[in-house]
């Protein structure tokens, strides 16, 4: 129950999806026994087709946990493809190198240990697409440290925007996630209203959103 569709409807939306046979399938079984909160198979179907849209040859990943998002893209992605993700996790860390060495991904997908607050600063890089999946109250900070990064006509794209319902709707928030709904909403506000910004949010998974950079996004402070 994700609450921000009926079951009936994401249950179908999955159904129609093809099973993964690779080691994406493995790292699904993974991912589900050791509850690692990777995209739903319905996000990663829409990953798949930005991805080939937008044919990017850099993407910027925020929260790798065990890699799986990172190699879902690289697998789309063109052979001269680069993605850097960050984790602070350090045991995540450790798994995501192995399936990326497993995957023949190395030197491909580059993972970096840190807090992304601290480590986002610090990256020159540009990229094509940012994908945000990471601590949900701090999705206006990372759009503050990688914004500029990112290039013109370049995607901004954050999983679990709408937090099982609870940016919606009131009945639904959880005490001691007050902070965090609060902080999301401001941060969707913000993204639907920039005009150096097309935004649409899509109620698939936990809520996705989808900004196309336009042009420099300007700070008041
Ligand atoms: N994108 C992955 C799942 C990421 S789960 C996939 O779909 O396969 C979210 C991850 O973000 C967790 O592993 C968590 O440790 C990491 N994370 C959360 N906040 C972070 C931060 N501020 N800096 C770095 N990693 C963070
Ligand atoms: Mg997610």
């Known amino acids: 129950m994700s609450n921000i569709n009926h079951d009936y409807i994401q249950d179908y939306l999955i159904s129609l999806i093809p099973d993964n046979i690779d080691i994406l399938k493995e790292m699904e ?32 990943e925020v929260g790798t946990a ?6 879902l893209m690289a697998k789309y992605m063109e052979n001269d493809y680069k993605i850097l993700t960050v984790e602070r996790n350090e045991g995540y860390i450790q798994i995501a190198n192995d ?15 840190g ?13 094509d697409i940012i994908f945000v999946d990471a601590a949900k109250g701090q999705y206006m900070d990372f759009f503050k440290d990688t914004i500029s990064k990112l290039k013109i006509g370049g995607l901004f794209v954050c999983d679990n925007v709408l937090f099982r ?15 965090i709904v609060k902080r999301l909403k401001k941060f969707l506000h913000y993204i639907s209203n920039n005009e150096a910004l097309q935004t649409s ?17 300007l700070f008041d402070e």
């Open 66 to 71: 065990i890699g799986y998002s990172s190699i």
């Open 201 to 217: 949010i899509i109620p698939i998974g936990d809520g996705v959103s989808i900004s196309c950079k336009l042009k420099e996004v």
């Open 165 to 179: 319902g609870m940016v919606a709707e009131k009945s639904l928030v959880i005490r001691r996630k007050i902070t």
């Open 99 to 113: 399936n990326i060495q497993k995957a023949g991904m190395n030197g491909k997908i580059q993972v970096i240990l």
């Open 29 to 60: 079984i993974y991912a589900e026994e050791n509850n690692v909160p990777i995209i739903t198979k319905d996000v990663a179907e829409l990953l798949k087709v930005l991805i080939k849209l937008k044919a990017p040859k850099t993407i910027l």
């Open 115 to 127: 807090d992304a607050e601290e480590i986002l600063k610090d990256i020159n890089e540009s990229f």
